[in-house]
Each structure stands twice: as structure tokens, then as C-alpha cells.
């Protein structure tokens, strides 16, 4: 071991493994995020108005969550896997018969769907909490004034959520952008790339190539990546709602 100063930092900017990682991440922040919280908002809305069904339901929809993201890593590889896959027979029923389902092509859309799985029933959870912490005279003002339910919904409530939401938005973006499992254990049946995601990159350099000073160096980049892009989010919608005020 021998003192490098910043050699390491100056080889990851001129690494375009490194910034080719951030595909997936990016495909994740700009569809996933996005199609999870209009979700998460939808199934909120049916909580509220007790269109959800009961509890037993929420607890189906938040079930998901509590399973280890490793754990439903391996239960969709099985889902999707070329032999024992049990979308096959329904497949066939189709005419689709001998269909590479798993294969590298179709994984970033097979990520957008264990993750939707996975987080869209907690996230809709965390939207519902904050719906019904909205006072009661908003909702019986409107209704006085002839607001129908969803225009109760999309006019009025859907304005208060901004915060939460932006907050949820950060939180899964951060989540995008650190994505490791999901790929990590469809990669036991299809080959991926090393640098599937700076995750998987920065693993990878770590403990398979042992480069344990260069793939801190990445963490510490995309832990900086993440702080400024959450930071410029917080502000910008900062700045919306104190432009709104005044």
C-alpha cells in the first residue's frame, strides 16, 4: 500500500465504464420513480376513500416490502427463468411458445417490474399517511361548492402532497441510483456487464478484481453524485413553493 493522493479520482473521470453504469439508474429515475408514485397516489386516493379494499388487502399490498430484496431477487429469476418459469404455459396458450424471457434486453424492464412490486405498495402507504393528515374543511368546503370526489382528489389534494411527494422522489431516486440486488441475482442466469450499475461496478472492482481503493473512490463519487442531485431537487421545489406563496 503506498500513498496514490488523487490518482484514483482522476482515473475514475477518464473511466468510461464508470459513467456508462449510470444507464440503468437513469432509466429507473426517469421511468420507474415517476410510474411508482402516480401508483402509490392512485392507491392512496382508493385507501382514502375506503375503495382499496380493507385490511386485508393493505396488507397484501404492502407484503412485498417486508421480503429481503435478495430473496425477491431469487423468486422473480425463477418467475423469468427459461426452464422453470411458470409464465410459460400461459405463454403458450398465445401461440408464444420457447420464449427467452430472461434475457439482457428485457432486464431493465424486468427491474422496472420487481421494483413496482416490491415499493409501490409502501410508497403508496407513506402518500396515504400524509393524505389524511390534510384537514377534513378543505375536502367539505369543496364538496359544498359541488367538487365532485376526484376533483377533490386532483384539485385540492393532490397541490397539498407536493412535499411528500418530492420527498418520496428523493428517497427513490437516491434508491435508482444505488441499485445492486434486482441485477445482482437476475446476473446468475444471464450475463451482464460488470458495470451493470455503479453498484455492481464498484463490487465488482472491489472483490473480484481487488481494487479496493479505486471502488471506494466510485462510492465516494456517487455518494457525491447523489448528495448534489438530491440537493438540487430540494431546492428547485423549494423555490416553486416559496415563488408560490408570494
Known amino acids: 500500500m503506498w500513498y ?5 479520482y482522476k482515473r ?3 473511466d468510461s465504464m464508470f459513467w ?3 444507464k440503468i439508474p437513469l432509466f429507473l429515475l426517469l421511468v420507474q420513480v415517476p410510474v411508482m408514485l402516480f401508483l402509490a397516489t392512485m392507491i392512496a ?12 388487502y393493505r396488507f397484501i399490498y404492502y407484503l412485498p416490502y417486508t421480503i429481503p430484496g435478495i430473496v425477491s431477487g431469487i423468486v422473480w429469476s425463477y418467475i423469468f427463468s427459461d426452464s422453470m418459469s411458470p409464465l410459460h404455459p400461459l405463454l403458450s396458450l398465445f401461440g408464444l411458445e420457447n420464449v427467452k424471457l430472461l434475457t439482457r434486453a428485457n432486464v431493465p424492464g424486468i427491474l422496472l417490474v420487481i421494483i413496482l412490486w416490491q415499493f409501490t405498495g409502501y410508497t403508496a402507504f407513506l402518500v396515504y399517511s400524509s393524505l389524511i393528515a390534510i ?6 368546503a369543496a364538496q359544498i361548492d359541488g367538487a365532485g370526489l376526484w376533483q377533490i382528489a386532483f384539485r385540492i389534494k393532490l397541490p397539498l402532497l407536493k412535499g411528500p411527494l418530492i420527498t418520496l422522489f428523493i428517497f427513490n431516486a437516491i434508491g435508482a ?6 441485477p445482482w441475482m437476475l446476473g446468475n ?3 451482464l456487464p460488470l458495470n451493470y450499475t455503479p453498484a455492481m461496478y464498484i463490487y465488482n472492482s472491489a472483490f473480484s478484481q481487488g481494487r479496493f481503493t479505486y471502488a471506494t473512490a466510485m462510492g465516494v463519487i456517487l455518494a457525491v453524485i447523489t448528495c448534489a442531485f438530491s440537493w438540487y431537487i430540494l431546492r428547485s421545489a423549494g423555490r416553486q413553493i416559496l415563488g408560490r406563496r408570494d
Open 189 to 191: 442466469l444471464v450475463v
Open 20 to 22: 456508462q453504469s449510470f
Open 135 to 140: 384537514p377534513k374543511e378543505y375536502s367539505e
Open 177 to 182: 441510483m444505488q441499485v445492486f440486488n434486482e
Open 45 to 56: 386516493f382508493l385507501y382514502e376513500t375506503r375503495k382499496g379494499g380493507g385490511p386485508v
Open 4 to 8: 496514490v493522493g488523487l490518482d484514483n
Open 12 to 14: 475514475i473521470f477518464a
